[in-house]
């Protein structure tokens, strides 16, 4: 029983150590699932990290979970894809302001035989529309994310009826009211979850789904490839993707480290990480396409 | 699609090539499981003990609040924790959300219930009857508790085995309180859910064969120490 | 000289769901002297662990005062003293999960004493109840009269002046229960260790005490008649144990005290009436030879632990005969069949005549 002891004490000690193994400098980063999952951060981070000494803490959520935690306080900096979101986050003031980083834009997938015969669409409402009359399989995130507020935006500029969920949480004492949209009928399916597992459940179901760009090429060009789903509407206008950078502001959110949060924005939009961004390839094809450099330059 | 012969080719190569991310995950998910374990015990056995000790109104409430707490869903038990040490929390200002020791703060209050509630059982087979023999032989309350607990080291040893257990392939806690944050916090249970995420279903599941692995080897090395013992 | 003493004790047990609070033990008073071998006779929920568990300061009293050497250990705050000057082997067997040896120590390394000490004192304990050889053994292995010996050797280790044994010899084998009777008796002859017993056989609480006491329903008492149990004489008392009607009754007669409770018994000379222990007699087959009580055997009825017998002798009484096990195995007998009964020495308890129930004794009185 003594060794026993011994080791318990040993290992009470490391607890009380580990507080004193701090790292240099953290900065905490809360982004998108897709944006984690595309792998761009573990590419250009390092750089960062060699420039300024500065570790970057990533926490990927939803779009929405990544600015509750921005109110909260819980991270520094905000890299999300949700313009109408950022807008009234930095209106609360909870931003200091929206710098745009990079963009890409959402493709409409479907399963290779194409049940509702929208391949080739130019017009994203036509192909949700046919869709739907068609009552083709359709696969949603349904988690409060940035494709999903897309993905909702689309819906809405349609004829598709579409039913409406109100759910009302109370943020630092105050009501926010959030509401969902979503067409009727069984062909819907809501699953509540992240980019990489809609694809995967898309997939197994031969079902269509809305998906950006990055995460897609990511999925269906890995060896193996893990969808075997095609674009069915590319180029959309109202496909855009824009993400922007956004640190919390001190002002009205304590204990946050803003000196560091605006040497990383500094760093995402100067030319060498935006380079970086321009030339981070997956498969042979870009993922994002950084909008401080003209294009056309990588 | 994934076959089980992908993922344990998969598991056999991270392994052999002592992948560093494997291992940086593997090493966090050990230091997490084993101080959680530690300071859980460090509290729940003497609890244990105690309320086994002493027999009062309310004590089949407290079974019954353990037995509750333990049923509790882990990420639940997340939240909880999380609304404490958020930066706007009570404790915001130690900053230890999103770090290991958020996470083993969480563990702690997850399986404090569990290592108690099992200790409880141990030691009230035999405490009475133990207590009396000592006490008997002219030991005095502390003495006679000591070799109560005595008596029922294996059963002891049994609650910490199954407090380790719980955590190390424990999920809705880290994730919520460490934020799966490579480098930082991300354990190989929140790795295997991102992983899955992302589709990579072999990786993910060879993630959990090496995870099998570390549960296993100290499973054995706990039951190399009770093994000592008869059953009882 | 008293060495504890019982005075207005009382033990309840605390009320639980529903029941009142029921109270085990009611001692008006009880000594025990130095070098007496007392035991504790009674039948079975009387309240006989209860008294020596209090005897051994194990409970605290609810009423009253436990006394030791003159001290109220209780009061004075010095029960762990108390209770190391009396140990008490207990009725359940628990032994530590460790070596026998290791067990039989236990009580000396609660006291402090030295490891190796402990051990040589441990091994010598083992040896007077005759298990030394299964000392290296893990105790848990060992039947269950082997345990019951450990545990007392585990007392016998402390050397102590006092010990208070509860069922000793209950339910162990024919060997242990010998080893465990003959220890009884060499504390007492050659160490003059003064014990207290709690037991349920009367044949050996007879054998081996000094002096005896009954227990019913949690009060000292005293008395007997027909169906004689357990009865006791001495010179200025006499107190007797009887079964009647699926009950037990008691008669007690003193010489020299007011009782309030006791039945109509009047002063020892006089009439008197021979009391014998069922389990007294020995029963041959008629013919065997001159006997004051040759009878038939009117009825046969097998009890838990002996055959019981009535025996009707010349016009009756009816006289209660309890055989054992072993016994009637070896001579069967019948009914109807004609038989003779012999006593042993020593066994016949001489009386006071019994008077009507309802009436009250003549004025006992100092």
């Known amino acids: 029983m003594t060794s026993t002891s011994c080791a318990v004490f040993g290992l009470a000690l490391m607890v009380v150590a580990s507080g004193a193994l701090t790292a240099d400098e953290t900065l905490t980063l809360a982004t998108t699932t897709s944006t984690q999952n595309s792998g761009l951060l573990d590419h250009i981070h390092p750089d960062f990290e060699a420039k300024t000494g500065i570790m970057v803490k990533v926490i990927a959520r939803g779009t929405g979970a990544s600015l509750q935690l921005a109110r909260e306080g819980n991270v520094d900096v905000v890299l999300v894809h949700a313009p109408d979101i950022e807008e009234a986050f930095v209106e609360e003031g909870y931003g200091v302001e929206r710098t745009s980083v990079m963009h890409n834009d959402f493709v409409l997938v479907g399963p290779p035989a194409d049940p509702a015969g929208v391949r080739g669409s130019k017009e994203v409402g036509a192909a949700l529309a046919t869709i739907a009359a068609k009552k083709a399989v359709f696969v949603s995130r349904g988690d409060n994310s940035g494709t999903h507020a897309k993905e909702q935006a689309l819906w809405e500029a349609t004829d598709v009826p579409l039913a409406s969920k109100q759910h009302i949480a109370i943020v630092r004492g105050e009501q926010v009211v959030f509401t969902t949209l979503a067409p009727v009928g069984d062909w819907y399916m809501s699953i509540g979850q992240g980019m990489g597992k809609t694809i995967s459940y898309a997939t197994e179901r031969r079902a269509y789904t809305l998906v950006d760009r990055g995460t897609y090429y990511a999925f269906a060009l890995s060896a193996p490839p893990r969808t075997d789903l095609a674009i069915v509407c590319e180029g959309d206008k109202r496909l855009d993707n824009p993400y922007s950078v956004i640190a919390v502001n001190p002002a009205k959110v304590d204990g946050v480290r803003f000196d560091a949060a605006t040497r990383y924005i500094n760093w995402l939009v100067s030319e060498d990480t935006q380079r970086c961004i321009g030339d981070f390839k997956v498969g042979g094809k870009a993922l994002f396409h950084p909008d401080v450099l003209p294009e056309g330059t990588n | 699609m994934t076959t089980l012969l992908d993922a344990l080719h998969n598991a056999a190569s991270l392994l052999i090539s002592l992948d560093p991310d494997v291992m940086q995950y593997a090493l966090r998910s050990l230091y997490i499981a084993l101080v959680s374990t530690c300071l859980a015990s460090i509290i729940g056995v003497p609890l244990g003990l105690v309320i086994a000790e002493r027999s009062f109104a309310g004590k089949r409430a407290i079974v019954t609040v353990l037995n509750t707490l333990m049923g509790l869903p882990t990420v639940v038990v997340g939240l909880f924790v999380y609304s404490f040490i958020s930066r706007h929390g009570i404790f915001g200002g130690l900053g230890w959300l999103f770090t290991v020791r958020g996470i083993i703060v969480g563990e702690v209050v997850l399986i404090t219930p569990l290592v108690t509630a099992v200790t409880l059982a141990a030691v009230t087979r035999r405490d009475r009857a133990v207590r009396r023999a000592s006490l008997s032989l002219g030991a005095s309350e502390t003495q006679a508790l000591g070799d109560v607990f005595l008596e029922s080291r294996f059963g002891i040893l049994a609650a910490v085995i199954a407090g380790y257990g719980r955590v190390v392939g424990e999920v809705g806690v880290a994730t919520i309180l460490g934020g799966n944050a490579d480098g930082f916090t991300r354990t190989l249970t929140t790795a295997i859910v991102l992983d899955t995420e992302m589709g990579f279903f072999a990786r993910a599941l060879a993630l959990g064969i090496v995870l099998l692995a570390l549960s296993l080897s100290i499973n054995i090395l706990f039951q190399f120490l009770q093994g000592g013992g008869r059953g009882q | ?366």
């Open chain 3, 1 to 366: 000289m008293t060495l504890l003493r019982l005075e207005n004790v009382v033990q309840r047990h605390s009320a639980r769901r529903g029941k009142g609070a029921i109270e085990a033990l009611r001692v008006h008073d009880l000594d025990v002297k130095r070098g007496e071998v007392v035991s504790v006779v009674g039948p079975n929920g009387s309240g006989k662990s209860t008294l020596a568990e209090t005897l051994a300061f194990m409970v605290r009293p609810s009423d009253g005062r436990v006394l030791l050497d003159g001290a109220d250990p209780w009061a004075e705050g010095r029960a762990l003293w108390a209770r190391r000057r009396c140990p008490i082997l207990l009725q359940e067997t628990t032994l530590f999960s460790t070596s026998v040896l290791n067990n039989a120590a236990k009580g000396l390394r609660i006291r402090g004493v030295s490891r190796s000490d402990a051990l040589v004192r441990a091994r010598g304990a083992l040896a007077q109840v005759k298990v030394e050889h299964l000392a290296e053994r893990h105790a848990h292995q060992l039947s269950g009269g082997e345990q019951r010996r450990v545990a007392l050797a585990r007392l016998l280790a402390l050397e102590s002046d006092l010990l208070v044994l509860d069922e000793p010899m209950a339910g162990l084998d024919r060997e242990s229960e010998e080893v465990m009777a003959q220890l009884v008796h060499t504390l007492h002859k050659d160490r003059g260790v003064t014990l207290v017993m709690a037991t349920h056989n009367l044949r050996r609480a007879v054998a081996l005490s000094t002096r005896i006491v009954t227990l019913v329903d949690g009060k000292l008492i005293p008395a007997m008649l027909d169906n004689l149990f357990f009865g006791f004489m001495r010179r200025t008392e006499a107190g007797f144990l009887f079964e009647q009607d699926g009950g037990w009754q008691h008669v007690f007669a003193r010489s020299d005290l007011a009782e309030d409770r006791w039945e109509g018994v009047g002063p020892l000379e006089g009439g008197v009436q021979v009391g014998i222990p069922a389990g007294a007699f020995r029963v041959e087959p008629a013919g065997q030879g001159g006997s004051v009580f040759a009878g038939t055997v009117e009825a046969i009825r097998k009890e838990r632990d002996a055959y019981r017998l009535h025996v009707c002798v010349g016009d009756g009484p009816v006289l209660r005969v309890d055989l054992a096990l072993h016994t009637w195995a070896q001579t069967a007998l019948t009914i109807g069949q004609r038989v003779e009964l012999t006593l042993r020495a020593g066994s016949t308890l001489i009386m006071p005549m019994r008077q009507a129930p309802a009436r009250a004794c003549q004025s006992r009185g100092a």
